[in-house]
């Protein structure tokens, strides 16, 4: 099966990125008004990768575009600085992934006959294709298989930020690779807990509860789905500040959790219950154990380590 490796993920670009367009802008007549390459401004973000995002130009023309026709303006500056190159699937970057797991509703134990299972991990990139000019991804992706793997520097800082994905990796339950140097890793998971779960988590959940509602007042519905996690994310980041873990499972919350994805909960008792998490999660801060903040420098440390392992052909 084809693999692909990417110079992004699809984390939704926010509001107020400058991006650039990989296709003709058209007008309602027909005509192009803005050619491949313009550059707008995302003025409205969806909450997933699947719906469009509204681009305003400078012209003060907008459209609707989808992610996979967006590049960060960033993104596309440095590539064309390294000439435009792009990692073909040949270099072999699939074949340096150190650890590989599974989470999602597989790992969460809220799977069904339909379900995806859902692989993340870590890749090492060797040496020299690190130190080169071309750099290499932060994520190499397989949407074929529903895999991501981010380089290991990528998913240390995204663990120490308290990333959700990524520290759900570190303690998923269900692990399929895991080469020693990724053992290494797992056996430090604990250096990357602290009390920026509660801002990271408690923050996105407050931002998309606020989206929903906007969209129940326009629209009159949501994704059932997207709400049941982001009642699991409260659920999970209380029990981090409480108990200094990550917990993957539902466990006891599985029913009531499914009864949200099917639509069968009603909205008041949603709101009802989310507004208790959020007290929860206040006073789980408020008396938690972890750290201000994670290691830095025992991650550090790690990583440099990992580095100069990466100049072995030897896969550590």
Known sequence: MPQRAQHHSNMIFVEGSQ????????????????????????????????????????DGFEAALHHHELTLLADYKQRNACGSRDLPANDGLFGRVIFRCVIGSRAYGLDDAASDTDRRGIYLPPADSHWSLYGVPEQIENEATQEAYWEIQKFIILALKANPNVLECLYTPIVETATPLARELLELKDIFLSRLVYQTYNGYVMSQFKKMQASIRNRGQVKWKHVMHLVRLLLSGITVLRDGFVPVSVGEHRDALLAIKAGRMPWSEIETWRKTLHRQFDEAFKNSQLPARPDYERANEFLVKARRLAMSEELP
């Open 19 to 58: 991006v650039v367009t990989s296709r003709p802008i058209q007008g309602s007549s027909g005509r192009t008004v803005h050619p491949a390459g313009a550059v707008g401004v995302v003025v409205k973000a969806p909450m997933d990768p699947q719906h469009a995002y509204r681009i305003r130009f400078p």
